[in-house]
């Protein structure tokens, strides 16, 4: 679960996808979905929406660790750095945002969703596992759905930032630069988002490549035998973002990080 709060809480970060400019019509059409899907094809499809089931599955069952696990980041904050950005100046609105502030605010979210994150770490690499050994037909397919799991994989695997040592280095620069732990880690992000090139087709919806399970869902389409229709409504829901009960949670313990900072990153 908390792999589709991160895309949704995250998205500067999912925006760093490299959106590639609109191919010839004719580079890429998805079979029609009246032709007969292959053995083969169909096999692949069925094999990766169980796999997305069981990544879901495990997502959901390590929720109540990564909302304790982000408790545990305030509850550390607090004892080491407690308000430590209590004096940082808020955001104006419509002026230009500062480039240390917009990097110290990606490092705290980073940080916050990170240490939740990271606990889903096995089963994402497991899916990602998983994912490499199926191929599709259509190779561009293939390559878009190995390199979405390997990004995750590889995001879940970043370990934590030193946040508190990081944020006192942004106060003493005057709030004017930051550190190099904190230029490390967005580097870090920056290399796993790259790995991942959605190419906007010219007959698919275009605010697909903003929402990844749209994404996967149509183009995965044309190679779902008829017998996996309700499973890939079950593995790739059309309103797939969390409802409210489901991210509150999240929200709450956000909150206690920025109570502990004593910096509001929407400030």
């Given amino acids: 679960m908390l792999s589709r709060f991160v895309k949704a809480a995250r998205d500067v970060r999912r925006l760093g996808f490299t959106v590639v400019a609109l191919i010839a019509?004719?580079?890429?059409?998805?079979?029609?979905?009246?032709?007969?899907?292959?053995?083969?094809?169909?096999a692949a499809?069925?094999?990766?929406?169980?796999?997305?089931?069981?990544l879901n599955h495990a997502s959901g069952e390590a929720a109540p660790a990564g909302i304790k696990a982000i408790e545990a980041l305030a509850t550390q904050v607090q004892s080491e750095c407690p308000d430590v950005l209590a004096g940082a100046p808020p955001h104006v609105k419509g002026e230009k945002t500062n480039k240390s502030r917009s990097e110290a605010v990606?490092?705290?979210?980073?940080?916050?969703?990170?240490?939740?994150?990271?606990?889903?770490?096995?089963?994402?690499?497991?899916?990602?596992?998983?994912?490499?050994?199926?191929?599709?037909?259509?190779p561009r397919l293939t390559r878009l759905l190995r390199s979405l799991a390997r990004e995750q994989a590889d995001q879940s695997a970043i370990p934590a930032p030193e946040l508190c040592p990081d944020m006192k280095f942004w106060v003493a620069s005057g709030f004017t630069a930051t550190s190099t732990g904190t230029h490390g880690l967005l580097h870090r992000l920056q290399v796993v988002s790259s790995i991942t090139q959605i190419e906007v087709e010219p007959h698919e919806p275009p605010g697909n490549a903003f929402n990844l399970t749209a994404l996967v869902a149509y183009r995965l389409k044309p190679y779902e035998d008829q017998r996996d229709r309700a499973l890939?409504?079950?593995?790739?829901?059309?309103?797939?973002?969390?409802?409210?009960?489901q991210v509150k949670p999240y929200l709450e313990a956000l909150a206690k990080v920025e109570a502990a900072l004593g910096y509001a990153l929407s400030g």
């Fill in 25 to 42: 019509a004719m580079a890429f059409l998805a079979p029609s979905a009246l032709a007969r899907v292959s053995t083969s094809d169909a």
């Fill in 106 to 138: 990606e490092e705290i979210a980073a940080a916050t969703f990170g240490v939740a994150e990271h606990l889903e770490h096995p089963a994402h690499s497991r899916f990602a596992s998983a994912v490499k050994r199926l191929h599709w037909s259509n």
């Fill in 232 to 245: 890939a409504r079950k593995a790739l829901p059309p309103e797939s973002s969390l409802t409210p009960p």
């Fill in 45 to 54: 499809t069925h094999a990766y929406l169980k796999a997305v089931i069981a």
